[in-house]
């Protein structure tokens, strides 16, 4: 969302969401630091890869 919509208003809310629920995991004893930056890097890494590859196919 944050590659093709580059208003705040879209991008501040999911960034928030999105740290509040790895803080969360991590609160609650279910996932380690580790894990966490571990999810981070790969959502990161996938998606600017899913964004280059429909750039790609659909001539974006």
């Known amino acids: 969302m944050a590659l093709t919509r580059k208003q705040w208003t879209v991008t501040v809310p999911i960034t928030l969401w999105a740290g509040s629920v790895g ?7 279910r996932h380690y630091p580790t894990d966490v930056l571990g999810g981070i890097a790969t959502g990161i890494v996938s ?4 964004h280059w590859l429909t750039g790609r196919i659909y001539g974006d």
């Open 23 to 29: 803080y969360s995991r991590m609160y609650l004893g």
């Open 47 to 50: 998606g600017i890869l899913g």
